[in-house]
Every structure is written in structure tokens, then in C-alpha cells.
């Protein structure tokens, strides 16, 4: 049985979004403040945290900045905002995904759902591949899901990873927003084509010489993107 942690200062939403997910045959544990989150995060074994973003104490950026020094399972942002920049500033600390209140329980579970079937295939293709793909400056190691460019080490999260894996090893194919989130986050209808494009611009910060001009992943106009060989 998959555990989730709840961190949601709101009792009547935590206790829906609980409820919800014992029927569908999860675990689930509540912490009401960011710092009981943290505590029941680091000292008990989840696979996936829902996490609010509005919380006493510390908030949900402060939470997933510090879980994210130590844990690599999803999390997923849940918020009450709609601006892009509290999107991008969540997903830029380590987020996986995000969901904006109000919404549909039956989407919420949907969307953990999704985000651990993606998590437990990157595992699985792990353990059975453990070779290196080399393409221009970049070399990805799947074995340590540890990527270089230029021989220097960067830091990428979880979905950034499978993102840049997915891209290089489809070179030349342009993709649409659309098709990467299915891809990527695992469900297409309920997908948001800000999540794709916010890591797409990640990924050209880390890879790119010139992120404004990028040689690597291409923006193919009313299409989508590809990774491209210069």
C-alpha cells in the first residue's frame, strides 16, 4: 500500500483529500504546519507528499526546498493561487507537479496516481539499464540518473530528468506540450502546458550556452519542441 503524506493546514480539505485516497486503497497521514510536515516526512518513509502551499510557519517553498535536499519522491503542490510565478517558483524548487483549488478529488487522486506510476517506471528502468548517453556537451548516466555537461556535473530533479532522458533519446522528433505531459506526467486531459514549458526553460538553463538561443532543445513554432543535434 503507498503511503501519502498530507501537509495541509486546512482540516476539512486534508480530511477530504484523505479520505479520498484510503478508498482508493492509499495511506495517508496528515501534518498540519510546514515544520510538522517536515519532521513527519524525514523521519517516516512516504512515497509521495501533497503538499499546500499556504501554510503556518513555514510555507510550501520553504518545505519543498528542504525535503528536496534529501528526498527524490514526488511531491505535489496544492494551491489556492493561480499566478504563474508561484507555479514556476514551486516546480523550480523540486515539485513534480501542482494542482489549484478549488478541484475535483477524483482529479487530485488522479493526479498521484500518475506521478507514482511515473516515479516507480524511472525506478524500474534504472535498475535495468545502466549505460551512458552522450550527445554534443551532454552526457547522461542512467544508472545514477546523474547528468554532465561539458564533464561538469548538474543538478536536475525528478522531472527534469526524465524530461531531458525522454528528449535525447528521441532526437530530431518534435513533440507538443500535450504530448510531453502525457508522456512525462503520465495522464493527457488533465495536464497543463504551463508545467511542460516551465521545465523546459529549467532544462535550458542547466544545458544550454545561451538559454535565450538554444542550440540543444528547440521550440518548433505551433508544434511543440525537439532535442536537436547542431
Not at 523550480?92 to 487530485?108: E, H, M, R
Not at 554532465?148 to 518534435?174: H, P, Q, S
Request: one cysteine or more.
Amino acid at each position: 500500500m503507498k503511503r501519502i503524506l498530507i501537509i495541509e493546514d486546512d482540516t476539512e480539505i486534508a480530511m477530504i483529500e484523505r479520505d479520498y485516497l484510503l478508498v482508493n486503497d492509499f495511506e495517508a497521514k496528515i501534518a498540519k504546519t510546514g515544520n510538522e510536515g517536515i519532521q513527519a516526512a524525514l523521519a517516516e518513509q512516504y512515497d509521495l507528499i501533497l503538499l499546500d502551499l499556504m501554510l503556518p510557519g513555514a510555507d510550501g517553498f520553504s518545505v519543498c526546498r528542504k525535503l528536496r535536499e534529501t528526498l527524490d519522491i514526488p511531491i505535489i503542490m496544492v494551491t489556492a493561487k493561480q499566478e504563474d510565478i508561484d507555479m514556476i517558483r514551486g516546480l523550480g524548487l523540486g515539485a513534480d507537479d501542482y494542482i489549484t483549488k478549488p478541484f475535483s478529488p477524483n482529479v487530485l487522486v488522479a493526479h498521484v496516481k500518475a506521478n507514482l506510476s511515473q516515479y516507480q517506471r524511472l525506478k524500474n528502468n534504472i535498475h535495468r539499464n545502466m549505460s551512458e548517453i552522450c550527445v554534443g556537451d551532454i552526457c547522461i548516466q542512467e544508472g545514477s540518473r546523474r547528468v554532465f555537461v561539458r564533464d561538469r556535473e548538474i543538478e536536475v530533479k525528478n522531472k527534469e530528468y526524465e524530461l531531458l532522458l525522454f528528449l535525447v533519446t528521441n532526437i530530431d522528433l518534435v513533440f507538443s506540450k500535450e504530448m510531453l505531459y502525457e508522456r512525462i506526467w503520465g495522464f493527457n486531459a488533465l495536464g497543463d502546458n504551463a508545467t511542460v514549458a516551465v521545465h523546459i526553460n529549467r532544462l535550458r538553463e542547466k544545458i544550454e550556452d545561451d538559454p535565450a538561443n538554444p542550440k540543444y532543445i528547440q521550440t518548433v513554432w505551433g508544434a511543440g519542441y525537439r532535442f536537436n543535434i547542431y
